[in-house]
């Protein structure tokens, strides 16, 4: 029993020496351990010199300025000449438009009209009296001006009319031109043989004299004719015949007469030299009118002497010249339209101001045409500067690189909305950037 608890001290006591050494170890070596267990470090004593200021991260550098590119109005654009990217130059083509008129220009035109014409309708009723009868100066002005005003709605040609009249006219007297040639060049080998041409040619001489005399006629006679004209106009109102059967009638009791006629312009012709012009005018027309159709029978006879076999490449020829003379007088009718139509265009315009004169003369103060007149020349102003708008094309404005484009090619611009967008360097750079 003794021996046992001998045993028992004896393995205790070399169980604490040896915890006791292993306590004695770790602590001896404890700082290389942790040492261990630690990152490395280095250390450098601090030195004077200069600091570099660099950050790194992702950012976007943009430029500080942007130039909007806009048009002044509505056009259609017909192509784009610049890309996303590209770099421009102050004077470079940006943008070509399509030809015409804007929306807004059309609608200032459409609303200057409107103006005008209610301003005209307003000066004819401003000459009216309270019952004690009309002034006598007012009465004749304003008769004038309504005769001018029927006269030019009643002969409205625009000069679109005029050219497209023209072209058709060429474009008929192409294709007659065309069948006559061909109808020549077959004539001599029919069984017939072929006609002789030199009275068609000798018939052609004489009208083109007589068109020549009757230009000259028109050109030296012009002024008392228009005279004639603009008196037969005024008379006419209220009667039962035309402008033109009155000048005839005119024509004819001013033969001899030795009074003078003062015309809207302020110019005074001789009422016989105002006949004398008429008369001349009418008998060169005449003498040019026998001359055509001189002409026209020469070459009809002609056609009829070719060969037989020749009679479709003939009938070809008729029709063309039928068309080729519709043509004719309808570019005929609608040139002397428009010079009537212009003739009184410009006699409204100066009736209205000598109406105008005379109700100043007589105090007759409206406040209305007063604000009329404002309008029309405010109007007028508005028609003016869009007129003279961006024209067929867009060049830029400032150096830079194209950011963004808002048209492409068939599309309408809107003048609120940029075409496009130019970043300007020269003004400097922003830059945003995460850290």
Do not use: C
């Amino acid at each position: 029993m003794t021996e046992e608890k001998i045993k028992n001290r004896g393995w205790v006591k070399n169980a604490a020496i040896v915890f006791l050494s292993v306590m004695l170890v770790l602590t001896f070596f404890s700082n290389t351990i942790m040492n261990r267990s630690l990152p490395e470090v280095s250390a450098q004593y601090a030195q004077s010199g200069a600091i570099t200021t660099r950050i790194r991260g992702t950012g976007t550098i943009e430029a500080t300025e942007t130039y909007e590119v806009k048009s002044e109005d509505s056009r259609k654009v017909k192509s784009v000449a610049v890309k996303v990217g590209q770099q421009v130059a102050a004077g470079d083509l940006l943008f070509v438009l399509a030809d015409g008129d804007s929306d807004e220009l059309e609608a200032a035109k459409s609303a200057l009209e409107e103006l005008q014409y209610s301003y005209q309708v307003a000066l004819i009723n401003a000459g009216e009296t309270d019952g004690n009868g009309e002034n006598p100066a007012i009465k004749r002005v304003r008769e004038k001006l309504e005769a001018a005003i029927a006269e030019r709605d009643n002969n409205a040609v625009t000069d679109n009319d005029v050219s497209v009249a023209k072209t058709v006219l060429a474009t008929a007297t192409a294709a007659y031109n065309n069948a006559v040639d061909k109808l020549e060049a077959a004539g001599g080998a029919g069984s017939g043989g072929g006609g002789d041409y030199s009275a068609v040619q000798a018939a052609l001489n004489t009208r083109n004299e007589a068109e020549t005399a009757l230009n000259a006629t028109k050109i030296k006679y012009l002024e008392p004719y228009k005279a004639l004209e603009e008196d037969a106009t005024a008379q006419a109102q209220g009667t039962s015949y035309n402008a033109k059967d009155y000048m005839q009638f005119l024509a004819g009791e001013y033969e001899d007469s030795t009074e003078e006629y003062e015309a809207s312009d302020g110019k005074k012709f001789k009422k016989s030299d105002m006949s004398a012009a008429y008369t001349a005018i009418s008998d060169a027309q005449s003498t040019f009118d026998n001359a055509a159709s001189a002409y026209s029978s020469a070459l009809n006879h002609y056609y009829d002497s070719l060969s037989p076999d020749n009679s479709s490449l003939k009938k070809k020829v008729t029709e063309a010249k039928a068309v080729m003379d519709a043509a004719q007088d309808t570019y005929d009718d609608l040139t002397a339209k428009k010079t009537i139509y212009e003739t009184a265009k410009d006699s409204v315009v100066t009736y209205q101001d000598e109406l105008q004169s005379a109700i100043k003369t007589l105090k007759l103060d409206n406040l209305g045409l007063q604000k009329m007149q404002r309008q029309i020349s405010q109007a007028a102003e508005k028609v003016n500067e869009l007129s003279g708008g961006a024209g067929g094309s867009i060049y830029s404005q400032v150096d830079g690189v194209v950011k963004s484009i808002g048209v492409t090619a068939g599309n309408t611009t809107d003048p609120s909305a940029p075409m496009a967008t130019i970043e300007v360097p020269d003004r400097g750079y922003s830059v945003s950037l995460t850290v």
